[in-house]
């Protein structure tokens, strides 16, 4: 029997929508400012965000783009065996500032998706909270 995984974390900030969303497209190209980890690199595809073509790959997940909407949101659908499901960055104004949220939402199959995600869990909140902190610094430049 799956068993559902909702995964979030946000932070507000001082940026625009359009800045923070462009950053998050530079990531894994060679515009990228923000991915904290040059250790272990976030990659993904080249060329412009396109669904169902461009890819990404860090800290063992792999995924294809689902969906981009401009300054809203960037969803990406989870390719790993054991888990079905997309992650992905959504922002939103809230006053003068900008919401950032990064999201998991997905099904972990009963053996294979609990052992993936058991693996992958700290990571994905460390490298969450430490892009975070990194677009912080990036922003008051």
Known sequence: ??????????????GTKRRIYQLLVDMGTSNDIVWPFAAQPFMRSPGPLIPGKTEEWHHGFHAVLDEVVPED??????????????????????????????????????????LLWKRLEDANERSTEALFDKINRVLKR
């Open 1 to 14: 029997m799956p068993i559902p995984l909702h995964e979030r974390r946000e932070r507000l900030f001082s």
């Open 73 to 114: 949101r960037i969803v990406w659908r989870i390719q790993n065996d054991g888990m079905n499901g997309t992650h992905g960055f959504y922002l939103s104004t809230e006053g003068k500032q900008t919401r950032l949220e990064h999201r998991v939402d997905a099904e972990l199959s009963d053996t294979e998706g609990r």
